[in-house]
């Protein structure tokens, strides 16, 4: 049955999905799994691995011809590539148009430009693929059913996790049992929410009493749960635990968002915590939140698109003019044309405005964007070497996961915080007492 959207507990002996239909509200079907069971061991859920790449080919995304064909939302290097074009056109068929420069000078230095910047997002995405490693690598206690150390993507739905003090939730788990009184939990939320405060979280106290504060604890049973949802204050489910586990637990119990602990979470003043995994991998509240990463444009990019567009007003104002000159003009030797008498087959006033397009062409700079692009890797490399931007409490320097967006730090304008302590430190200091 449901009361306040939270499943409430059956009569021992009384076996039915929840919700009775075995669906959530939206209508998707409820997820039953059974706890430390090696015969129903990956059943439920997805590999609990975790992926912040930006770059992959199963997402039609693959990394060099990806960063290339993103790089021509720049307006200059879609003008160098007309340029080009213009200019190899020109050596090919020279009864259209004279270019005034061989077209590898300007093409060439586009590819090199092309080719740097698409290497260092190439590097860029590498340095996320080892994070992800790391991360996804990382050893927890676990029971399987068998008792030892497992990396975070090997577990899987049902497995029982086994967490130490100041050690970070390998995935989202219903508390079980602690080694505190009535097997509560502290957890650090501050790399989820970014609240600094501890949040207590509660097993179910029937639970707790059955299993008490042993880590060893035999559980057999079930854990029903609703689908994966990104709404991390939200959770519905019920745990059965059989006769035939330890205690004397009813046969079905209630769980809510009280007891769930979520992925990146860090357990903090109790020895251990033993907790059930019911969400893994990109299933998890937080791999849910977190959006996949995405192609940004910093507002400096987006300002130099806007000042180029302006440049553009006077180059082809320029052009326009110096070819209805040269059009008019008379000359006793064929100009521009290297003694050639060629004519071209286009009308004069076309093929010298083409020429002029191609001798303006340096007005913008080529060389803006790879200047560009090594200010960002000087500033990402500061970044990452700043004393004052490191925490030695955690060991956690600053890293600047996209070197392009470094620039976006200065246009910052408001800070708005719900409260004080999202600013400081939060450390209450002990300066006077009176006994």
């Not at 995405?294 to 400096?300: E, N, T």
Request: contains cysteine; proline residues 6%.
């Amino acid at each position: 049955t449901i009361s306040g959207g939270l499943l409430s507990a059956r009569p021992t002996g009384a076996r039915a999905p929840p919700m009775s239909a075995g669906a959530a509200p939206g209508g998707a079907a409820w997820r039953t799994a059974s706890i430390c069971a090696a015969e129903h061991r990956g059943s439920v859920g997805v590999k609990n691995a975790v992926s912040t790449v930006k770059y992959k080919i199963s997402a039609g995304r693959p990394w060099f011809p990806y960063a290339i064909v993103e790089q021509f939302r720049r307006i200059a290097n879609i003008y160098y590539l007309v340029v080009s074009a213009l200019m190899l056109v020109g050596e090919q068929a020279p009864q259209l148009w004279v270019t005034p420069y061989e077209s590898w000078s300007t093409a060439g230095v586009l590819v090199f430009v092309l080719v740097l910047t698409a290497l260092k997002e190439g590097v860029e995405d590498l340095r996320r693929l080892r994070s992800d490693r790391a991360e996804n690598g990382t050893l927890v206690l676990a029971r399987t059913p068998a008792k030892g150390e497992v990396r975070w993507e090997d577990l899987r739905v049902g497995d029982l996790v086994i967490v130490r003090d100041r050690q970070a939730l390998p995935a989202d788990a219903v508390l079980l049992t602690s080694s505190a009184p009535n097997g509560v939990a502290y957890v650090d939320t501050a790399n989820i929410d970014g609240e600094t405060n501890l949040k207590l979280r509660e097993p179910p106290a029937e639970v707790a009493h059955a299993l008490g504060a042993n880590e060893d604890a035999r559980v057999v049973g079930t854990v029903s749960f609703e689908p994966p949802s990104r709404h991390i204050h939200t959770f519905n489910g019920a745990i059965r635990l059989d006769p035939s586990g330890a205690g004397s637990a009813p046969s079905e119990l209630p769980l809510s968002a009280s007891s769930l602990l979520l992925r990146g979470s860090v357990l903090r003043n109790v020895d251990f915590a033993l907790a059930v995994v019911v969400y893994t991998g990109s299933e998890s509240k937080v791999a849910m939140n977190s959006q996949e990463t995405p192609s940004k444009m910093s507002l400096v990019e987006r300002t130099i698109n806007a000042s180029l567009g302006a440049i553009m007003v006077p180059y082809l104002a320029f052009t326009t003019v110096s070819a209805a000159i040269a059009s008019t003009a008379t000359y006793e030797t064929p100009y521009l044309l290297s003694g050639s008498e060629t004519a071209s087959v286009l009308p004069p006033f076309v093929s010298l405005w083409v020429t002029f397009f191609i001798l303006y062409c340096f007005l913008i700079p080529i060389s803006l964007y790879v200047t560009i692009e090594l200010v960002n890797l000087l500033q990402a490399y500061l970044i990452a070497q700043d004393a004052l931007m490191y925490d030695k409490a955690s060991d956690t320097p600053a890293v600047a996961r996209s070197s392009n967006l470094c620039q976006e730090l200065g246009q910052i304008q408001y800070v708005f915080s719900d409260k004080t302590g999202t600013l400081t430190a939060n450390e209450m200091v002990l300066r006077y007492m009176s006994v």
